[in-house]
């Protein structure tokens, strides 16, 4: 399956019938199916983002984006779950070369999951940071070795600095909390650390990976790395929304084909209202891969080019992913209204979709409200505000 002659994108594609076979189990089990993490390590997927010194691919992140997207319209737990743990391997080659040595010394299969947001507490000692805290949303954490955790850290001016650590599984525990009504198969469980000592080369500055600054960035000669962090981190979530969308627009599609009105005989798909839902709900998706292949592309560019992106296209990068989820949410409510009773019932895939949807355009980074914030700030000449993230 992982034959040099065909790409990723190919190699995937002959994996999704199954993993869609496999949805309800995975919400079932509030878990990805080891089955479909097998086959999509088998497939090169999970290794797209490892540095190619330590047995990855290197892939162009276009390429990997594009494979994400499918998986999760097969299965959206799937998808949400193994690109966000596939992913963290970019993040990590802008850590320190001795923490990656430590990740991937014996192979390129150990997955890094994560709690990024600043709720743990580091506090710096003589050989690196203590750190303690109870972190929520790890999705993924039952596949991982390790575990990227965010916190605050007092500073020598009297604030402080959102820090990520890098942990391995010894020194945290699993508390299983995700009992949720979404994305169910993610096992985003909650983290626990208590008091444990981080040497400092596996911490690095939140605002260094943003900016491309980290002691990591340069280690590896591939344009794929010196794409900043959180373009490739955040991009994830709009990838994985109109994933969901798409497998929502195929299953209303398939709707109609099939379906008739209960009283009257109609058949659905000569119904005006519903296949003028069909038409605009098609003309969303469109405009949100238009956006987000663009900025894929835009990413590339400016790998290839040793590019720092300026403060336009952080701001473009970072709203128009949001944009992307809400025009992806709005695709998908609009089918959802018009599916009928039967799209409630739990073999009925479109209900699964809906709730996945909604759970996933929740994170903060999706949050359009805050992105609309952003964005206006910026073109209005006002200073970023440093509560929107």
């Given amino acids: 399956m992982s034959s040099v002659n065909t790409s990723l994108l190919e190699r995937v594609d002959t994996t999704l019938a199954a993993i869609a076979e496999r949805a309800s189990e995975c919400e079932s089990a509030r878990t990805v199916p080891a089955e479909n993490v097998a086959t999509l390590q088998e497939t090169g997927y999970t290794r797209a983002m490892v540095p190619a010194r330590f047995g990855g691919s290197e892939e162009r992140f276009s390429e990997f984006s594009r494979c994400s997207r499918k998986i999760a319209a097969a299965c959206p737990s799937t998808g949400w779950t193994m690109h966000l743990l596939s992913a963290h391997a970019h993040a990590l080659t802008a850590f320190d070369k001795r923490l990656q040595e430590e990740v991937w010394g014996d192979g390129p299969d150990n997955f890094v999951c994560s709690s990024v947001a600043p709720i743990g507490t580091f506090t710096r000692a003589a050989d690196g940071y203590r750190l303690s805290g109870r972190f929520r949303f790890s999705s993924g954490c039952d596949y991982a070795q390790w575990t990227m955790l965010g916190g605050y850290c007092e500073n020598d001016d009297g604030?402080?600095?959102?820090?990520?650590?890098?942990?391995?599984?010894?020194?945290?525990?699993?508390?299983?909390?995700?009992?949720?009504?979404?994305?169910?198969?993610?096992?985003?469980?909650?983290?626990?650390?208590?008091?444990?000592?981080?040497?400092?080369?596996?911490?690095?500055?939140?605002?260094?990976?943003?900016?491309?600054?980290?002691?990591?960035?340069?280690v590896h000669d591939a344009e794929l790395y010196l794409i900043p962090f959180m373009a490739v981190f955040g991009?994830?979530?709009?990838?994985?929304?109109?994933?969901?969308?798409?497998?929502?627009?195929?299953?209303?599609?398939?709707?109609?084909?099939?379906?008739?009105?209960?009283?009257?005989?109609?058949?659905?798909?000569?119904?005006?209202?519903?296949?003028?839902?069909?038409?605009?709900?098609?003309?969303?998706?469109?405009?949100?891969?238009?956006?987000l292949e663009n900025e894929w592309a835009d990413f590339e560019a400016h790998g290839d080019e040793s590019r720092a992106p300026d403060l336009d296209t952080q701001v473009r990068w970072r709203t128009n992913q949001a944009y992307a989820v809400k025009l992806s949410l709005q695709a998908v409510d609009r089918l959802y209204e018009a599916s009928g009773g039967s799209a409630a019932m739990l073999n009925n895939a479109a209900q699964r979709y809906w709730r996945d949807i909604h759970v996933a355009a929740a994170h903060a980074y999706a949050d359009y409200d805050v992105a609309a914030q952003i964005l206006g700030r910026h073109l209005s000449g006002l200073p970023a505000d440093p509560d929107l993230l």
């Fill in 159 to 218: 604030g402080k600095d959102h820090l990520l650590a890098l942990v391995p599984k010894e020194d945290y525990r699993i508390i299983d909390t995700w009992y949720a009504a979404g994305l169910k198969g993610t096992g985003s469980k909650d983290l626990e650390v208590d008091d444990i000592l981080v040497p400092e080369y596996r911490v690095e500055s939140f605002f260094a990976l943003a900016i491309g600054q980290s002691r990591g960035v340069g």
């Fill in 235 to 291: 991009s994830g979530f709009s990838t994985i929304a109109l994933g969901i969308a798409d497998g929502m627009l195929s299953s209303y599609t398939d709707y109609l084909k099939t379906r008739t009105r209960v009283f009257t005989g109609a058949k659905m798909h000569q119904s005006m209202p519903a296949y003028m839902r069909l038409a605009e709900a098609t003309h969303d998706l469109h405009a949100a891969t238009l956006i």
